[in-house]
């Protein structure tokens, strides 16, 4: 372990390269560059030269992230020029006024090319559009940011809310019917989805682990503004459904489950074990419990977990998916996407501050995590970080840099989580 005078001057040589990188590979490079201030909104689909590829759609998903970024970023720039408080506005004014749906409540998932929305919600995208407008209120204290917040979560509370077995069902039709199988589906050919797959990818019917994280997520920030008790219950009640029926005692999470929350046997995705043990931790937070032993002995037994099966100890990094226990093994298994690397450091920082005077592992698998990032995932040409790279770290040749899944989120989270925390 280093000195604590040499420690000190990494930190702040680390922090320096961090905030670079944030603002010239995420802010920089999204920001105005996707404001649509003809339609509203953010355009979504960037080409790896960062030209805009003419594709009209929005996804809730997409719009709900980068007017987040927007107002994370504006209120650690202190800066009186900076156009980051008007972007998230701008973004937050689009999700109220084109993705509200006046007649039957909720957000639209998507809306199509010709502007019409989808005819399909879903939990996950509602839990993001709580996070922006939480977000967006926490900058701005503007009513109409909180007030999108308070609806969706009181539509989701009505709607989706499993008052027989706890948790959330996930996919739900315009009126906020739990869609239970194909038969009540929308076509999945004329939208894009896979067959008996819903937005995300989760069959129809089932609970999955990624949209009940992201729920914890929005409720924990959105929580931190407006303290209200039923939703304090329903954060806690989140908590605890992943300590106790999504995180597996070995360390990792489950991925998907029946209604009742009966384990359906997975794979392991090594960025969400991860991401998730960051999220436990500001849950905590928000629940007023930051020194929760429980919460930190799961979140470390996470990244142990994860580290353990999901690092790559040849090239440095973290690899998608694979077993729970063996690891990946095909090489599909083993590329390494941004959102990955990005929640990796975050986490391992976290826990560096955490435990770091008992061990050097998180901070030492740290600085490998960042040495990969800074050596692969940083486009050199065209700046921006890559989509995915190859265990060795390779990008694929003309890959988007943007579209309705790729966006600034957790990089640009992490990175100014960690320039914060450093």
């Given at each position: 372990?280093?000195?604590?005078?040499?420690?000190?001057?990494?930190?702040?040589?680390?922090?320096?390269?961090?905030?670079?990188?944030?603002?010239?590979?995420?802010?920089?490079?999204?920001?105005?560059?996707?404001?649509?201030?003809?339609?509203?909104?953010?355009?979504?689909?960037?080409?790896?030269?960062?030209?805009?590829?003419?594709?009209?759609?929005?996804?809730?998903?997409?719009?709900?992230?980068?007017?987040?970024?927007?107002?994370?970023?504006?209120?650690?720039?202190?800066?009186?020029?900076?156009?980051?408080?008007?972007?998230?506005?701008?973004?937050?004014?689009?999700?109220?006024?084109?993705?509200?749906?006046?007649?039957?409540?909720?957000?639209?998932?998507?809306?199509?090319?010709?502007?019409?929305?989808?005819?399909?919600?879903?939990?996950?995208?509602?839990?993001?559009?709580?996070?922006?407008?939480?977000?967006?209120?926490?900058?701005?204290?503007?009513?109409?940011?909180?007030?999108?917040?308070?609806?969706?979560?009181?539509?989701?509370?009505?709607?989706?809310?499993?008052?027989?077995?706890?948790?959330?069902?996930?996919?739900?039709?315009?009126?906020?019917?739990?869609?239970?199988?194909?038969?009540?589906?929308?076509?999945?050919?004329?939208?894009?989805?896979?067959?008996?797959?819903?937005?995300?990818?989760?069959?129809?019917?089932?609970?999955?682990?990624?949209?009940?994280?992201?729920?914890?997520?929005?409720?924990?920030?959105?929580?931190?503004?407006?303290?209200?008790?039923?939703?304090?219950?329903?954060?806690?009640?989140?908590?605890?459904?992943?300590?106790?029926?999504?995180?597996?005692?070995?360390?990792?999470?489950?991925?998907?489950?029946?209604?009742?929350?009966?384990?359906?046997?997975?794979?392991?995705?090594?960025?969400?074990?991860?991401?998730?043990a960051f999220l436990l931790v500001e849950a905590a937070q928000a629940l007023d419990i930051p020194d929760d032993s429980r919460t930190w002995k799961i979140a470390r037994q996470i990244v142990d977990h994860t580290l353990s099966v999901g690092w790559d100890e040849t090239y440095s990094g973290l690899y998608g998916d694979g077993d729970p226990?063996?690891?990946?093994?095909?090489?599909?298994?083993?590329?390494?996407?941004?959102?990955?690397?990005?929640?990796?450091?975050?986490?391992?920082?976290?826990?560096?501050?955490?435990?770091?005077?008992?061990?050097?592992?998180?901070?030492?698998?740290?600085?490998?995590?960042?040495?990969?990032?800074?050596?692969?995932?940083?486009?050199?040409?065209?700046?921006?970080?890559?989509?995915?790279?190859?265990?060795?770290?390779?990008?694929?040749?003309?890959?988007?840099?943007?579209?309705?899944?790729?966006?600034?989120?957790?990089?640009?989270?992490?990175?100014?989580?960690?320039?914060?925390?450093?």
């Amino acid at each position: 372990m280093q000195n604590e005078t040499s420690l000190q001057a990494t930190y702040h040589r680390i922090a320096i390269a961090v905030e670079a990188n944030l603002k010239q590979h995420v802010l920089n490079t999204w920001f105005p560059r996707s404001v649509d201030e003809d339609y509203g909104g953010f355009n979504q689909f960037f080409r790896e030269d960062w030209s805009q590829e003419e594709i009209a759609t929005r996804s809730l998903v997409y719009q709900s992230r980068l007017t987040w970024v927007a107002a994370k970023a504006a209120k650690r720039c202190a800066d009186k020029d900076s156009y980051f408080p008007a972007i998230a506005m701008h973004g937050m004014r689009f999700l109220r006024e084109t993705f509200w749906d006046e007649a039957n409540g909720g957000l639209h998932w998507a809306l199509n090319a010709n502007g019409c929305p989808m005819p399909f919600k879903h939990t996950y995208g509602i839990a993001f559009a709580i996070y922006a407008s939480a977000a967006t209120f926490d900058l701005t204290l503007n009513d109409s940011s909180l007030g999108l917040a308070r609806n969706a979560f009181a539509w989701l509370d009505k709607h989706a809310f499993d008052f027989e077995n706890g948790g959330y069902f996930e996919a739900l039709d315009v009126t906020g019917k739990p869609i239970r199988g194909p038969e009540d589906a929308p076509d999945s050919l004329v939208y894009g989805l896979r067959p008996g797959k819903d937005a995300i990818g989760t069959v129809y019917g089932l609970k999955s682990m990624n949209t009940h994280i992201h729920l914890l997520e929005a409720f924990s920030a959105l929580y931190e503004v407006w303290p209200l008790p039923k939703l304090g219950s329903r954060l806690h009640h989140l908590y605890d459904t992943l300590m106790e029926k999504v995180i597996h005692p070995d360390g990792y999470l489950h991925l998907y489950f029946q209604p009742d929350w009966t384990v359906i046997p997975s794979e392991d995705s090594y960025g969400h074990d991860i991401e998730t043990a960051f999220l436990l931790v500001e849950a905590a937070q928000a629940l007023d419990i930051p020194d929760d032993s429980r919460t930190w002995k799961i979140a470390r037994q996470i990244v142990d977990h994860t580290l353990s099966v999901g690092w790559d100890e040849t090239y440095s990094g973290l690899y998608g998916d694979g077993d729970p226990v063996t690891g990946p093994t095909r090489p599909d298994q083993k590329r390494k996407g941004w959102w990955e690397q990005a929640e990796s450091l975050n986490a391992l920082l976290l826990m560096h501050e955490r435990f770091g005077s008992e061990t050097d592992r998180y901070w030492n698998a740290f600085l490998k995590q960042w040495a990969f990032i800074e050596a692969h995932q940083v486009d050199p040409k065209y700046g921006g970080w890559y989509h995915t790279l190859s265990r060795e770290g390779i990008p694929p040749p003309g890959a988007r840099k943007s579209d309705a899944w790729t966006d600034p989120y957790h990089q640009g989270r992490a990175l100014m989580n960690v320039a914060d925390r450093l």
